[in-house]
């Protein structure tokens, strides 16, 4: 129960409200307040605050949260790591909602036949780290710059291409941009490569499919990685290629602790997932005329 209530204030120093906390941990936004007031029970100190529609940590909250929290993560992947995977034990992977919708749905049908103790869940690469760090997820699967000092095992599956997506011709590149929310550590390195070619963030989205579909109803041109031109069928004349994309690319990685490797339906799935998203990434399609390289910056559409 103490590790549960010091993992509820962790998270919710980071998300800011009841409501936001509870989404990250799966349980109501009641649960994440008895949480919090069996741990300020025990440890006779009071850790929350209302701040507007937030909450604000007190002095001793932040000072636990700097304490326990840099390990806190690592702990549970420890625990993680003693537990065995049999036959039907769940295999949890942490994904990209883009990269699912563009690359995975399509491979995990027929996958999930032969192994339905599969679940999956969509978050921001950064959770998605945290995660796996954490043992939450087995596996992830996440697009953008990783953090450092991860501590985590890497399979980089392919560098996927960006395109500026409107609803019609550009004689030139634009001087503003649609793009994916620029404080996302994952994303962040764009930020300064649109800056290198004077173009300015008009609006920084939650979601790529948002942007895209702002720009094809003509609010401004977007900046759209190709697994999202491909779940939503953008046709070729809706994106354009400028040269200051060739530097605008989205590693894509298998992310997961050592010792997960070691289980055999662990293992099968990421070098399963690791064969077919780069072969999926090269497959035609209606939307594209110019598939992405594995290893390029190329025009997807």
């Known amino acids: 129960m103490l590790l549960e209530g010091v993992e509820t204030l962790l998270v919710l120093a980071k998300e ?16 994440v307040s008895k949480r919090i007031a069996r741990l300020e029970k025990r440890l006779g100190k009071k850790l929350i605050v209302p701040d507007g529609r937030h909450i604000k940590l007190t002095p ?36 990209s909602e883009t990269l699912v919708s563009g690359y995975l749905a399509p491979f995990m049908g027929k996958y999930l036949k032969t192994d339905p103790y599969i679940v999956l869940s969509t978050h921001h690469t950064p959770v998605i780290v945290e995660r796996v760090q954490s043992g939450d997820a087995t596996l992830g699967f996440c697009a953008g710059h990783m953090p450092g ?8 599956l392919m560098n996927e291409p960006f395109t500026v997506v409107y609803d019609r011709h550009l004689a030139e590149p634009p001087s503003a941009l649609l793009t994916n929310d620029l404080s996302n550590p994952a994303n962040a390195y764009q930020a300064g490569l649109l800056q290198q070619a004077g173009i300015k963030p008009l609006m ?24 999202v031109v491909q779940t939503l069928a953008i046709p070729p004349e809706n994106c354009q290629h400028f040269a200051f994309l060739d530097d605008l690319i989205r590693p894509i990685y298998l992310c997961y602790r050592q010792h997960s490797y070691r289980a055999e339906r662990v293992r099968t799935l990421i070098e399963t997932i690791a064969d077919f998203v780069p072969r ?9 005329s110019s598939p992405p390289s594995d290893e390029s910056a190329s025009a997807p559409c």
């Open 16 to 31: 800011g409200t009841m409501s936001r906390a509870g989404s990250r941990l799966y349980i109501s936004q009641s649960a």
């Open 60 to 95: 001793d909250a932040q000072a636990l949260v700097a304490q326990v929290g840099p390990g806190f993560n690592e702990l549970k992947g420890r625990i993680f790591e003693q537990q065995s995977v049999r036959d039907n034990t769940p295999i949890t992977m942490a994904c």
């Open 149 to 156: 000092q991860h501590g985590l095992q890497l399979i980089h």
């Open 204 to 227: 920084e989205m939650d979601s790529y499919t948002a942007a895209a579909k702002l720009a094809l109803a003509g609010t401004a041109p977007a900046l759209v990685p190709f697994s």
């Open 280 to 288: 999926a990434a090269l497959q035609p399609s209606a939307s594209t």
